[in-house]
């Protein structure tokens, strides 16, 4: 978006060009096709999380990726390809947060089998880990329900997603998730997510931090705190010790949904929309607009 309000694709309109219309005509590598994360990482680079897959279904094949922007330039500058036998079908390229140093990627597989994907950023390699461990399923017993009616589809199909929000400590050591059709947070040492750690070693390092609600969004602050999007309630909530503790309600977060922060401490928060799109609402436009909002955390006061 510009100053005057009005928007403009970016980093460019190429990269940007790719529709469901044009599949036979342009290439998914150097396109976007659904992007579904952006996220900086603190070394001047913005990171577009590219699961390839429109709608939410199948994977177009070569078009799961990351692309590094230099916000300096605004110009792409790498783009690592996720190979099929790490983006398996059924996998759905969610969320991704940056080890301190800017070397390593992690990012969460909400598809059908659950999963936390690694990236060497430098050389591009990647891996799944928690390939369908308990921690990065769907919890089934959860139904999830907006103003105390069942959010469903109209053949009746309740959100379905697995290994969803997202965050990392701030010395990189530990990394939180959650899916977001759960109500248990997760984390697990990062030591245990590298290359060659062993399936069974990494089950045995996941730990239960604590029992939450329906989730989307994670952030750790650069002041330590772990929030949470609360979509069923139109919250955000934080991590206080074991539980979960409510930060703010506003009826105007239709689905809460992404986090970032700014230099000030200031928190900002998208709003989705997810019930009012065509997924739940027969007759809702195409594109539904999102938006975005801004709070101030008391330790940014």
């Avoid at 069942?150 to 899916?179: K, W």
């Avoid at 330590?224 to 609360?230: C, H, K, Q, V």
């Amino acid at each position: 978006m510009i100053k005057d309000g009005t928007l403009r694709p970016y980093p460019d309109a190429k990269w940007n060009e790719w529709r469901n219309a044009r599949a036979s005509e342009l290439s998914v590598g150097d396109h976007f096709v659904c992007v579904q994360s952006i996220v900086p990482d603190g070394h001047g680079n913005l990171w577009v999380v590219d699961p390839g897959a429109p709608g939410n279904e199948k994977i177009l094949e070569g078009a799961p990726k990351l692309v590094r922007i230099d916000l300096a330039t605004n110009s792409v500058t790498k783009v690592i390809p996720v190979p099929a036998e790490v983006a398996l079908q059924g996998t759905y390229l969610n969320d991704i947060r940056f080890s301190p140093d800017g070397g390593t990627g992690y990012i969460t597989d909400s598809g059908t089998r659950g999963a936390i994907i690694v990236v060497d950023l430098e050389s591009g390699h990647s891996w799944r880990t928690l390939d369908g461990h308990p921690s990065t399923q769907v919890d089934k017993t959860v139904k999830v329900a907006i103003d105390g009616r069942p959010l469903v589809r109209p053949d009746g199909r309740q959100p379905a997603f697995a290994a969803d929000g997202i965050a990392i400590s701030n010395d990189g050591r530990t990394l939180f998730f959650q899916a977001l059709t759960g109500r248990t947070l997760y984390s697990i040492d990062t030591a245990k997510l590298r290359d060659g750690v062993g399936e069974a070693e990494r089950a045995a390092a996941v730990r239960t931090v604590a029992t939450t609600h329906v989730a989307d969004g994670l952030w750790m602050s650069r002041a330590g705190t772990l929030y949470l999007t609360s979509p069923t309630d139109y919250s955000v909530t934080r991590l206080a010790g074991r539980k979960v503790v409510p930060v703010l309600t506003d009826r105007r977060l239709r689905w809460p949904d992404t986090f970032a922060e700014g230099p000030d401490g200031t928190i900002y928060l998208t709003a989705s929309h997810i019930q009012d799109t065509p997924w739940f609402t027969p007759g809702a436009p195409p594109s539904v607009r999102t938006e975005l909002f801004s709070f101030k955390p008391p330790e940014a006061r």
